[in-house]
């Protein structure tokens, strides 16, 4: 099974299209956790409290790039696939050769096993054809990102008044030999969005629905395939729970935002 269908049977028997990014932020984690790794303790109190709202778990690579973050990540992933739930490993790869290649073992059994992987296009089709290649393996290519920066170069007109973020849609597009290739575009730039789903027929995964303040009805009408797709939230749910008295109300309040946000994407799909 491929992962778009994969996902598909998840979004299906979870009916959501919510991904939940687990993004443990040394600095935000709340001081009741007394753990060996606190990042795993979190993201398993957060995986408990989000599962039954979860069509997927996106970790940002970026907050366990030390020794026990890496272990961390691996207890995390396997914990998630433990419920059922599929893992999108955010880590934005871009390289060449071997680079690429040994980046794209995060995908395998005996590495990460992560479901799926965000990747950078910007040198072209060779540094994304190991994660290609693995026909199982979902692969969200950067194309039109929310951050407020994007458009300094995804705006730019490339010929025909055609934006480059819609001539790297097209091209991975094309590119796509075994259906198992998906884009990033943002929640921020609803514009795009639309242009972008008028452009191409593949999954994308939305970021930018909730601390960022992007547009959910776009990100719904806009974001999904054929009903597969997903809308990403990361701190507007996990540090929901800021605030709270005690560690129980802290993951109450965060399986009560996840819940909140599949109700509302529910209610736009």
């Not at 040394?26 to 109190?45: M, V, Y």
């Not at 575009?185 to 999954?203: I, K, S």
Request: glycine content about 10%; some cysteine; overall charge negative.
């Amino acid at each position: 099974m491929g992962f778009f269908e994969a996902l598909d049977a998840r979004i299906g028997a979870a009916d959501s299209v919510v991904s939940v990014g687990l993004d443990p932020d040394p600095r935000r984690l709340p001081s009741f956790l007394d753990a060996e790794l606190p990042r795993w303790a979190f993201n398993r109190r957060i995986i408990d409290a989000t599962h039954e709202h979860a069509a997927c778990y996106k970790p940002n690579a970026a907050f366990y790039e030390d020794p026990d973050g890496w272990r961390a990540l691996a207890e995390t992933v396997a914990y998630a696939h433990g419920k059922g739930v599929p893992v999108l490993l955010d880590a934005k790869r871009g390289d060449i050769g071997n680079t690429a290649r040994q980046y794209a073992t995060a995908l395998d059994p005996a590495g990460l096993d992560a479901d799926a992987i965000t990747v950078n296009p910007y040198m072209g089709r060779d540094t994304l054809e190991p994660y290609l290649s693995r026909s199982g393996k979902g692969v969200f290519v950067l194309c039109r990102t929310s951050n407020s920066g994007g458009a300094d170069f995804q705006n730019l007109d490339v010929g025909n008044d055609k934006p480059l973020y819609q001539y790297v849609a097209e091209r991975c597009a094309a590119w796509d030999e075994h259906d198992n290739v998906g884009l990033v575009v943002g929640a921020t730039a609803p514009e795009e969005l639309e242009r972008l789903r008028d452009a191409v027929d593949r999954p994308f995964l939305v970021p930018g629905v909730g601390a960022q303040g992007g547009d959910a009805e776009a990100a719904v009408e806009y974001g999904l395939a054929d009903g597969v797709g997903l809308v990403n939230s990361s701190r507007g749910i996990i540090f929901a729970g800021e605030g709270a008295d005690d560690e129980r109300a802290y993951f109450r309040a965060v399986g009560d935002a996840a819940k909140k946000l599949k109700r509302r994407l529910n209610e736009l799909r």
